[in-house]
Nanobody
Framework: QVQLVESGGGLVQAGGSLRLSCAAS????????MGWFRQAPGKGREFVAE??????????RYTDSVKGRFTISRDNAKNTVYLQMNSLKPEDTAVYYC?????????????????WGQGTQVTVSS
C-alpha cells in the first residue's frame, strides 16, 4: 500500500508559476512510476505527466497542452515527485492529483494507477 500526499497548490495569476509536491510512503519508491493528473470542474480526469526511473534512464511523458511549460521530476531519496508549472494559463485550473503504480514504464491511463492522493487545487486567474 502506498500513501500519497500532495502539496503546493494555490491561486496564481496567469503567467505565474507553482511547484506541486507529492510525498509517498513506502520503501520501494524508486521502482514506482509516478504520475500527475488533473480534473477541472465538470470534466473528466486528465493525464498531465508521468515519470519512471531506473538506474539506466529516467522516462517522462507529458500531455501536449503542458509540454514546454510543466516539468515532472522526482527525488527518490525523499520519496517525492514534483510538478513544476510555469507560464500558467486559466485553462490549467483544476484539482491536481498525484498517482503511483508499482511498475516501471510509461502508460498515461488513469485506470493504470491504483494509488492516488487526495488532490490539491490549482487556480489560475486571468
Amino acid at each position: 500500500q502506498v500513501q500519497l500526499v500532495e502539496s503546493g497548490g494555490g491561486l496564481v495569476q496567469a503567467g505565474g508559476s507553482l511547484r506541486l509536491s507529492c510525498a509517498a510512503s513506502g520503501r520501494t519508491f524508486s521502482s514506482y512510476t509516478m504520475g500527475w493528473f488533473r480534473q477541472a470542474p465538470g470534466k473528466g480526469r486528465e493525464f498531465v505527466a508521468e515519470i519512471s526511473w531506473s538506474a539506466a534512464s529516467t522516462l517522462t511523458r507529458y500531455t501536449d497542452s503542458v509540454k514546454g511549460r510543466f516539468t515532472i521530476s522526482r527525488d527518490n531519496a525523499k520519496n517525492t515527485v514534483y510538478l513544476q508549472m510555469n507560464s500558467l494559463k486559466p485553462e490549467d485550473t483544476a484539482v491536481y492529483y498525484c498517482a503511483a503504480r508499482s511498475v516501471r514504464g510509461l502508460s498515461p491511463q488513469a485506470n493504470g494507477y491504483p494509488y492516488w492522493g487526495q488532490g490539491t487545487q490549482v487556480t489560475v486567474s486571468s
